[in-house]
């Protein structure tokens, strides 16, 4: 809401039309002898990035190797380098088999064929791009934000909560020109100060240090202002939910864990007793996922700045405008290829430059050209009468280009579990006889935002209880109606113990108290003003600090 | 949180430990020339209805057959009535194929072998009842609720976005005592009238009619007062998003439409360009679920009532206590089952009382027993030695009983789309010229709260609008910041066509414009206090009719 992004919903189970399949084959090699799977990249970039920490008498070209292996490898070159280095199960010492393809995808039959679950959300809001740029009145940048389910079929659930099959994320996409990648509100941001983990560190095995946001985009540790931007923000958010900034840290991604079109990438990692855990990844995308939907639909994913005077355009730096002008000419199209027509016209104008010369050629020496019409998953015969494709200089009235996108992509179950380890603490009661487990959620964050119960059962507190019950719900809290524990102080326990953040006891008609977890101290408070009190503190608006000043504290013998 | 039900997440993946699939297979015809395919039961269940009100002479034998026809025919069961009837294709008359299985769930493979997309949020609230029933303290009643995506395959997604593949509901399963289906709130619905289409009345094909909830529980129109005041709650759901009152109805499902335990059903339907759309099912389940669930999973799903003083048990009229008290030797079972020991004795204590009583014999007479455990898929031999079952009557400290549960299930699309339908008008501009489109979502609802621009361009009233939508997003207003339409005519026009309530204008660097979207009056605002009315208005504290007393009209010839 802060950004004004929009929120979408696309779906979870999405056909193959794009070739996303592919993204998400992971290669997996077994133990010969045990049968163990391993995934092959992971040991490959295990072994690469030891051999670079380690080994300080490697060669240049023997590190740039190491770095670079990693782009794209087909099974057959997986296999020959685990062969070429050796690598062996990391357990057992055992020989490895050869990769064979793994789907990480849940797979299922649809009404269409095959369909798949979602992994991302993302895809779905780069498949509707046109649509989201249209809301945004043709302009950029914006940015659109997608909370969902996503499946992967993991072979091994494991790490408590951390690794699942079937998890919450919440994925933000800001596109942006790839000329200006400045964010008005980076000022709002860049002067925190918080521990980051760059690549220049991370290869000199250096431990993260604390960095200035602003300085580490002057030095060009951080790409650009819009991704330094993300990064404060994050940082923001997961410290108001009360992670520790001290077990959290950003990490840039190493050139070998990097996707090859990714400019720059870093992970917030949270320290927990798993060790450091991948929560949220911001990455520069640059323009790969709306060229590859492009391509694959044969639907121009573009946007479109007017200049302000028509100039005449240096195509070799623009992205996708054509020195090759291609006006399909309808009359022709139309009666030869009917209702698959739009699609042919679509599939024309998304063609790419080489694409559109190749076409030319083959035009003027045979007549005729054999198109690929990806949507139609099949070859059209082009006419020469059909087309004419120009190469000509001339004057454009607008910047054609496909946007880049920075996407800042949240594990929220991660988030959560990290929460749970980070605001976990134990303290002795007050006689030092048990020890007593707390949560020390914030209020805002806390489920439950204050429990109501009566010192003792009778008829007139539990009266006053209801009273406080209902206005506390008319405010908006959630909250708890005790009904375990019998003494006062199991109950607190109770409490304590799931987080709950403020406690109301009813020892009197005219006036409660109000504990508070972490202090465990106490203010008396007339029943009218409960409600209030208790929403302010919870919505963040005053502190207990604030609050006790105000209200005389409860010292009486009960706890 | 009003009635602090539990809220869960359940995994929308799930195996068919519980034998689910079954539940959502459907038997198919074919249209044996066309080929078009159609659900048999609908076929069946169409024919039946239309028999039963048309057929005035209908002997009462025959009417009680088509009633009761529908309960758990099998595929062979379900050609035969259609062979019986002479039921043929609606469309083109011609005959159909025999019924084959199709099934409803998506299905895909997981590491733990064939896995299926939950088609209804309940089947997880079920399976972990023991959980939410021990978080509840172990007492009756208590409620828990889910929202989440559900899955179906639809062989044909049709009605607009009434029927598709992947939809988000939201689930309340309220867990009763079966012995006290009161509820302690229903006063405060019972004197609502509305709409309602009790059985009799469709059997006699009247239309609905206003009843009072009282008056229908009364009468033993509605089963019971838990189910009237989910019925009353889910009526003051629906109104207060916008639905019209006079465009919903609550029609009670006629008994060859309801599942045999049902004990009684009732659906929200709301009238739309489609017909009637059921968009909320409010239905008493008995303890089937639960039980269900119990005899696959070889887990009691029970809850216990302390008696008063412990009372000699008249067990037949108990639902799962045993006459038959099943003593397991953990000495002997623990060596012989090793890990699977919790499950075998689980199963043993889940047994039904007739399993026990053959048990029992079997023992006595062989000296041991094959014993199913359906945890294990596989039977295992109960010796003599393990168990001792013994019949006896004895002095019982707590009554078991499977709880009744009603539920209510929420189709958030369904929702949305009537809601859209509902809130759509159209209208004249001021000049005559043109039709307008507007949506009159209520303030509460509309996901934009206001818009927010200069009147005209210059950096004064640009800074004002900055300043105003600052003090907006602080105040948790979701807003949108114009940016197309030229005139202030198309800018209003623009809004109102989205629904968005409130627009404000800056006409000046002191005060501004607020205008309402339905009456298009405007009121002149205070800079500083436009956040704070705008809030107001959109949480629903306060309406536009108060507001426009406390501050002065705008009435300048702009519109």
């Given at each position: 809401m802060e950004e004004e992004m929009q929120q979408v919903k696309t779906p979870s189970i999405l056909p193959d039309a794009s070739g996303h399949v592919q993204k998400f084959i992971d290669f997996m090699v077994k133990d010969e002898k045990t049968g163990a799977c391993y995934r092959a990249y992971h040991l490959l970039r295990d072994h690469c990035k030891d051999k670079l920490e380690k080994d300080l008498a490697i060669s240049s070209e023997d590190a740039a190797e190491l770095k670079h292996i990693l782009d794209d490898l087909s099974a057959e070159q997986l296999g020959a380098k685990i062969k070429e280095y050796g690598i062996v199960a990391p357990d057992t010492k055992n020989p490895l088999s050869d990769p064979y393809p793994f789907n990480l995808m849940f797979e299922t039959t649809t009404g269409m064929g095959p369909g798949y679950m979602c992994p991302e959300t993302a895809h779905g809001i780069f498949v509707g791009f046109k649509d989201w740029y249209s809301y945004n009145h043709n302009k950029l940048p914006f940015a659109v934000a997608q909370v969902g389910p996503v499946y992967k079929n993991e072979i091994s659930p494991s790490q408590k909560l951390l690794r699942l099959c079937e998890f919450t994320i919440a994925e933000i996409e800001h596109f942006v020109d790839p000329k200006d990648k400045s964010h008005p509100k980076f000022s709002t941001v860049s002067n925190l100060e918080f521990l980051m983990l760059p690549r220049a560190e991370q290869m000199t095995s250096q431990s993260a240090n604390r960095l200035c946001l602003d300085d580490a985009v002057a030095k060009g540790i951080i790409n650009h202002q819009t991704l330094a931007y993300f990064i404060g923000r994050v940082y923001l958010f997961l410290t108001s939910l009360g992670i520790d900034k001290d077990r959290l840290r950003f990490r840039q991604h190493l050139p070998y864990e990097m996707a090859h079109y990714a400019s720059d990438c870093w992970d917030a990692e949270i320290e927990t007793s798993c060790g450091w855990i991948e929560c949220v990844g911001i990455s520069d995308r640059s323009d790969f996922d709306l060229r590859a939907q492009s391509e694959k639909s044969g639907i121009a994913l573009v946007a479109q700045e007017k200049y302000a005077e028509p100039k005449e355009v240096d195509v070799t730096i623009l992205l996708s405008a054509f020195k090759c002008v291609i006006r399909p000419n309808n009359k022709e199209l139309g009666p030869a290829f009917k209702s698959h027509h739009k699609m042919v016209v679509e599939a024309l104008k998304a063609m790419t430059e080489e694409k559109a010369l190749e076409m030319k050629a083959g035009l003027e020496s045979k007549g005729e050209f054999d198109f690929e019409v990806c949507k139609l998953q099949k070859f059209v015969t082009i006419k020469r009468s059909m087309v004419s494709i120009v190469v000509e200089k001339k004057l454009e009235h607008v910047r054609t280009f496909t946007p880049h996108v920075i996407e800042a992509s949240f594990g929220i179950g991660r988030i959560l579990y990290c929460l749970y380890e980070h605001s976990f603490y134990t303290r002795f009661s007050k006689t030092g006889m048990r020890q007593l487990n707390v949560f020390r959620f914030l209020p805002q964050?806390?489920?439950?935002?204050?429990?109501?119960?009566?010192?003792?059962?009778?008829?007139?507190?539990?009266?006053?209880?209801?009273?406080?019950?209902?206005?506390?719900?008319?405010?908006?809290?959630?909250?708890?109606?005790?009904t375990a524990g019998t003494s006062i102080k199991e109950k607190y326990a109770y409490a304590d113990e799931l987080g709950v953040p403020f406690a109301v006891t009813v020892d009197s008609e005219t006036s409660v108290t109000i504990r508070e977890r972490d202090s465990e101290d106490l203010i008396r408070v007339n029943v009218a003003e409960v409600a209030a009190v208790v929403k302010k503190l919870s919505n963040g608006d005053t502190t207990w600090a604030d609050i006790s000043q105000k209200y005389s504290a409860h010292t009486s013998g009960i706890l």
């Open positions: 964050v806390a489920p439950y935002k204050c429990v109501v119960f009566p010192l003792v059962k009778n008829k007139q507190y539990e009266d006053v209880a209801e009273r406080i019950t209902i206005s506390l719900k008319q405010a908006g809290i959630c909250l708890m109606r005790y």
